[in-house]
């Protein structure tokens, strides 16, 4: 029940920065998991950074210390904010958030489009 869309990918040097976005229309009720993943060609799906309704971070170990996700409740949106960047962190990078509770079971588990995200070598 709610949409995610990304935005901010693209084409960039190695060492260089870029900020994703997603912005979350529709409504997020906790508890929840927000954050982003992503998955190059012939790759598993990983997990890349999210956070939790109690504002808890979690950070595969690649990027700790140089990407970071937030919340920017402003502008409704979660950002994953990417420094020095590696040609390996080429990939599709996906927004998703879970939500809510079905039992033992996340009622929602929402998914954006994808953006890609390319680090020349």
């Known amino acids: 029940q709610v949409q995610l869309v990304e935005s901010g990918g693209g084409l960039v040097q190695p060492g260089g920065s870029l900020r994703l976005s997603c912005a979350v229309s529709?409504?997020?009720?906790?508890?929840?998991?927000m954050g982003w993943y992503r998955q190059a060609p012939g790759k598993r799906r990983e997990l890349v950074a999210d956070?939790?309704?109690?504002?808890?971070?979690n950070y595969a170990d690649s990027v700790k210390g140089r990407f970071a996700v937030s919340l920017d409740s402003a502008k409704n949106t979660v950002d994953l904010n990417m420094n020095d960047l590696k040609p390996e962190d080429t990939a599709v990078y996906y927004c998703?958030?879970?939500?809510?509770?079905?039992?033992?079971?996340?009622?929602?588990?929402?998914w954006g489009q994808g953006t890609q995200v390319t680090v020349s070598s």
């Open positions: 529709g409504t997020i009720f906790a508890p929840a998991v």
């Open positions: 956070r939790t309704s109690g504002g808890r971070t």
């Open positions: 998703n958030v879970k939500m809510g509770t079905f039992g033992s079971k996340w009622r929602y588990d929402e």
